[in-house]
């Protein structure tokens, strides 16, 4: 039995390589944790639509869950139950597109959450 409960671990610069691949290291690691019984998710800026690609690309089919969009969304991946998501108001994001139309950021991205 692991003295931790829970592992979340964050992608990019974190368990990704360079070029954005899983080392086998990382797999194995994650794995083995979860063989004693560790709850290991990713908690990620990415959608969860990026998550499950990310997820089925390194054979992670048994993880559960995952926090997406930097902590506003949390999902259990199989049932597709949301846990929690803190959902921008609408008026409050018509306000930030104004500011943002507003500047020439045609590179900008602006999923908001």
């Given at each position: 039995?692991?003295?931790?409960?829970?592992?979340?671990?964050?992608?990019?610069?974190?368990?990704?390589?360079?070029?954005?691949?899983?080392?086998?290291?990382?797999?194995n690691a994650v794995h083995s944790?979860?063989?004693?019984?560790?709850?290991?998710?990713?908690?990620?800026?990415?959608?969860?639509?990026?998550?499950?690609?990310?997820?089925?690309?390194?054979?992670?089919?048994?993880?559960?869950?995952?926090?997406?969009?930097?902590?506003?969304?949390?999902?259990?991946?199989?049932?597709?139950?949301?846990?929690?998501?803190?959902?921008?108001?609408?008026?409050?994001?018509?306000?930030?597109?104004?500011?943002?139309?507003?500047?020439?950021?045609?590179?900008?991205?602006?999923?908001?959450?």
């Amino acid at each position: 039995m692991s003295m931790y409960k829970a592992i979340l671990c964050d992608l990019d610069g974190t368990l990704l390589t360079n070029d954005k691949k899983m080392s086998k290291e990382n797999i194995n690691a994650v794995h083995s944790a979860m063989e004693n019984g560790v709850l290991f998710a990713v908690s990620s800026g990415r959608s969860n639509m990026s998550l499950d690609v990310i997820y089925e690309k390194n054979g992670f089919t048994d993880i559960d869950h995952y926090i997406c969009y930097n902590g506003g969304k949390a999902c259990n991946r199989k049932t597709k139950e949301i846990l929690f998501e803190y959902l921008l108001e609408q008026q409050l994001t018509r306000a930030i597109l104004d500011i943002v139309k507003k500047y020439d950021c045609a590179d900008c991205n602006t999923m908001l959450y």
